[in-house]
């Protein structure tokens, strides 16, 4: 099968290329700039996906599209927005793709995305699920929990924190928890998806077995690196709110109000993809101490 990608560049996107790469399909990856880090067996598009006219030819000839597409952080004075990057690229993939009579399409989204979010992330990634549902493609969705793996953002900036003192605030109470999956269950999953006729129309929640609490998280992150339990003073979540919306505009702050409301609302899911994939996530603990260990 030969599969247009877009967001292949990105944390997932090289797990993924690998998976597929691995089941002898043929890629085509949208790039902003062509480069050696992409295998040279791999088709490169050089493209925006926001601009629907700079990709739509390179769309012809596959036989499915996977659009990873996705930010965490918004940056508007360089036009890097939920907006543009969440719905308005996922509307142009979609033209694109229908405009090549590809049915076949994948599109993460995110656990926790629903019609009522409060977060401005979930609410465009619904936005851009709702996109999907209505395109009349055979489309699947996948909507990961927090992800981990050697090149994660997430747990290596924990991580990089422990390495400069024993210190771990914690905002609020620290009981939020979240149910961290493997980048590489990640891309499993969906390289299967793509060869799954019965997972056409359907939408899966991916997380792993260990339902953690932020404390418990930031403790299997210090045992992870052979530290001992940090310290963990708790500011007040009240505090915090008044704090974050005026800090969050320096790029180098690490929490916008946006991640901290995602955070005190849990991330967990109920498994149940497990039932569809018929394969278990790597355990969370031997998963970071693979990378954090050495």
């Given amino acids: 099968m030969r599969v247009f990608i877009a967001g292949g560049t990105g944390f997932v996107g090289a797990h993924l290329v690998k998976a597929l790469s691995g089941k002898g399909h ?30 739509e030819q390179a769309v012809i000839g596959c036989d499915a599209v996977i659009n990873l597409v996705g930010i965490i952080r918004e940056f508007p004075s360089r036009g890097i927005t939920f907006e543009r990057l969440h719905v308005q690229a996922t509307a142009n993939i979609l033209a694109a793709a229908g405009k090549a009579g590809i049915r076949r399409y994948l599109q993460m989204s995110a656990l926790g995305t629903r019609p009522d979010a409060v ?35 997430f747990i290596n900036m924990l991580a990089g924190q422990l390495r400069l003192a024993p210190v771990m605030p914690v905002i609020g109470s620290g009981t ?65 709110k008044m704090i974050i919306p005026v800090m969050q505009r320096v790029p180098q702050f690490p929490i916008t109000m946006d991640q901290l409301q995602m ?32």
């Fill in 26 to 55: 043929e890629l085509r990856m949208l790039v902003h700039r062509r480069g050696s880090q992409v295998a040279d067996c791999i088709d490169q598009v050089e493209g925006d996906v926001t601009r629907l006219e700079s990709f």
């Fill in 119 to 153: 977060s401005r992330y979930h609410a465009t990634k619904f936005r851009a699920e709702e996109l999907v549902r209505s395109s009349g493609l055979d489309a699947t969705i996948l909507r990961p929990s927090l992800i981990y793996g050697p090149e994660d953002a």
């Fill in 176 to 240: 939020y928890r979240l149910q961290p999956i493997h980048v590489d269950d990640v891309s499993r999953c969906f390289a299967q998806a793509l060869e799954m006729p019965e997972t056409v129309g359907n939408c899966y929640d991916l997380c792993g077995n260990e339902r953690l609490s932020y404390v418990e998280l930031l403790d299997a992150v210090a045992g992870a690196m052979g530290k001992p339990v940090p310290f963990k003073p708790h500011l007040p979540l009240r505090l915090m």
């Fill in 263 to 294: 955070l005190v609302e849990e991330n967990i899911c109920d498994g149940c993809w497990k039932k569809v994939f018929r394969f278990e996530p790597r355990n969370f603990q031997k998963g970071i101490q693979e990378y954090l260990g050495k």
